[in-house]
């Protein structure tokens, strides 16, 4: 049967534009079908603008450190505006180079949403095409908890990269990556700052002395922690918002931001009706090779739901092209991913925690650092950096490593390789360090934790 296309993506976020292109370049005739920005999530709402952001609120804390050094420096307030504008033409340009991508790639990039009618079909703008496949890259969004006031009065990371007046205020609901990359961005920029969240800690899932590290620095830079608390309802008065707590505590704030989780973007792209699997969370169900249950129809990225983070989507949608197009047979590893959390200071691990790590092993050693950051002595901050390393006892091999403190995602990358490659703490211990840096605690640890 003759199809329109070879392949149909839907979505031109990471992972759909690293299928589409690397799919078009083994010989595949490609559609790409976008309703937003090419670029998606990470380029136009997520990693990009967001880290853009963090490095301008980072100067504050610069401005104070560089005093201890000697400098006169007398910070004259910001202008958001500007910033927001800058930003906003760094992401014009990052949009045209995806624009560009796909048309050098050979895929066409088709304006519009896509509805899934079948399992070689899809609709875009009234227009049915057919495809031999179809990949579905649709991505994910916040998701908004049912608490009375929350859908009406808060924002989610999607508009707080683009406020228009900096909130003097801001209450952030949630302690995951969002949350705490935020909370840095805001508190950085002034704004009195309070995280409001249910567990004990910040960053469930994250190791538990990781955890603890950055509730301390989190203080320390001046974050007003609200742990074990929960929001139970949003009001709006002339004062701004109103943000009633589960402790009695009632806060008047400019902005409220929900950071509770995202949810893959499902609704309403047909694919249940056209009889492909989906989870509790709305997920599209795969296997390994990112194949849904109707053997034409692939997904990748956050719409799966397995590793939320850019480079697995890239990673999936460039083994998906490869495999089906480049008879190259292969699978994207979930093994051992590394990530960082661009809170203030920053964090970053590869690899099991230590509860984890305990669990899974007869046996597990870890060797630890906290200490302070070189930089820190003359600038007067008192912020500690801490380090670990989880040793699987019987074979030396390291396990898991994390970091807190400046630096710790460009630490990390490196220190992934090794992991992934099975290195051993003999190894760690084997090399030389880069002397001064923090990152050669990583390879100086002698004494075991008692
Ligand atoms: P996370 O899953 O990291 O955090 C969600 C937060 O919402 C948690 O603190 C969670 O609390 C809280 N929460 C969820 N449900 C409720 C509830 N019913 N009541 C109260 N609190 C609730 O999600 P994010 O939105 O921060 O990020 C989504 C994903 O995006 C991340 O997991 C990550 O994969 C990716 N991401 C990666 C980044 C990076 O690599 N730097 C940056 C940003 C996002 P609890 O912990 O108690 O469950």
């Known amino acids: 049967m003759a199809y329109d296309y070879d392949l149909i993506v839907i979505g031109a976020g990471s992972g759909g534009v690293r299928a589409a292109r690397m799919s078009a370049g083994h010989g595949a005739k490609v559609a790409v079908i976008e309703g937003d920005r090419p670029g998606g999530t990470c380029v136009i709402r997520g990693c990009v603008p967001k880290k853009l952001l963090m490095y301008g ?10 005093r ?19 930003k906003n033409a760094e992401l014009n340009r990052l949009e045209d180079i995806y624009r560009s991508l796909l048309k050098n790639a050979g895929a ?63 209450v ?12 840095g961005i805001f508190n950085g920029f002034g704004a009195k700052t309070h995280l409001v969240y249910r567990s004990d800690l910040p960053l469930r899932g994250f190791d538990a002395d990781i955890r603890r590290e950055i509730a301390t620095a989190l203080q320390g830079r001046g974050i007003i922690l609200h742990p074990e608390t929960t929001i139970s309802a949003i009001a709006d008065n002339d004062n701004g918002k109103q943000v009633s707590l589960s402790d009695g505590a009632v806060i008047t704030a400019a902005q409220v931001m929900a950071a509770t989780g995202r949810s893959p973007n499902t609704g309403g792209l047909g694919l249940a009706e056209t009889g492909v699997e989906m989870g509790g969370r709305g997920e599209v169900v795969v296997d390994e090779s990112s194949r849904t249950s109707v053997p034409s129809i ?9 590793i939320n983070l850019t480079p697995v989507a890239i990673a999936e949608g460039h083994a998906f092209a490869d495999s089906t197009y480049g008879r190259i ?6 093994d051992n991913v590394a990530s960082a959390v661009f809170s203030q200071p920053p964090i970053a691990s590869v690899g099991l925690g230590e509860a984890e790590a305990s669990e899974k092993y007869a046996g597990i050693t870890v060797f630890e650092s906290r200490f302070r950051a070189m930089k820190n002595t003359i600038s007067g901050r008192a912020e500690m950096s801490y380090m670990k390393l989880i040793v699987e006892t019987a074979s030396d091999r390291v396990v898991g490593v994390h970091m807190m403190g400046p630096d710790s995602g460009e ?3 490196g220190i992934a390789i090794a992991v992934k490659m099975g290195a051993t703490k003999a190894d760690f211990d084997g090399t030389i360090g880069i002397h001064p840096t923090a990152a050669e605690e990583f390879v100086t640890m002698r004494s075991p934790r008692s």
């Open 298 to 306: 692939y997904a990748v990225g956050d719409v799966t739901d397995r």
């Open 329 to 334: 047979n292969r699978v994207a590893s979930h």
């Open 68 to 86: 201890g050094f000697g400098w006169n420096v007398e910070v004259e307030g910001h202008s958001w505006s500007n910033l927001i504008a800058a």
């Open 411 to 413: 630490i990390m990358q």
């Open 172 to 183: 952030i609901y949630g302690s995951g990556y969002i949350a705490l990359e935020f909370a």
């Open 108 to 170: 066409e990039l088709i304006d519009g949403w896509a509805v899934v009618t079948g399992p070689n079909q899809v609709t875009v703008n009234e227009q049915e095409l057919t495809a031999e496949r179809i990949l579905i890259a649709a991505g994910g969004a916040p998701q908004l908890l049912d608490v009375p006031g929350m859908a009406e009065h808060a924002i989610t990371s999607n508009e707080a990269l683009d406020l228009e007046i900096f909130p003097e205020e801001i």
């Open 57 to 66: 609120a980072a100067f504050s804390a610069d401005a104070e450190d560089a």
